[in-house]
């Protein structure tokens, strides 16, 4: 399975950004996906997921903020992150996740600033 993300950049507070994650290979072995991030001397957190019956989970501090959702056709996922607060800068990791394995997309830097 292979993850390429897109979609970062720098925004103002209060901003909207989407990020996408295109997925190729093997996905039909996937059971869930979904997005981490991690900012500057911080661990990778988990920001976003939706398994593979649709169901959504967010970090508490996200919520009404941001939504994950997916376009099967295109095998892709997004994340619309919407009333962007500076400590969501961060790099945002593509990930999903097969019965025993994790699979990583490349990071792709999100800044929010004035």
């Known amino acids: 399975v292979q993850l390429q993300a897109s979609g970062g950049g720098l925004v103002q507070p209060g901003g909207s950004l989407r990020l996408a994650c295109a997925l190729s290979?093997?996905?039909?072995?996937?059971?869930?996906k979904g997005w981490y991030r991690q900012a500057p001397g911080k661990q990778r957190e988990l920001v976003a997921v939706i398994t593979s019956g649709g169901s959504t989970n967010y970090l508490d501090s996200v919520k009404g903020r941001f939504t994950i959702s997916r376009d099967n056709a295109k095998n892709t996922v997004y994340l619309q992150m919407n009333s962007l607060k500076p400590e969501d800068t961060a790099v945002y990791y593509c990930?999903?996740?097969?019965?025993?394995?994790?699979?990583w997309g490349q990071g792709t830097q999100v800044t929010v600033s004035s």
């Open positions: 290979g093997n996905i039909f072995s996937l059971n869930a």
């Open positions: 990930w999903a996740l097969a019965t025993t394995k994790n699979y």
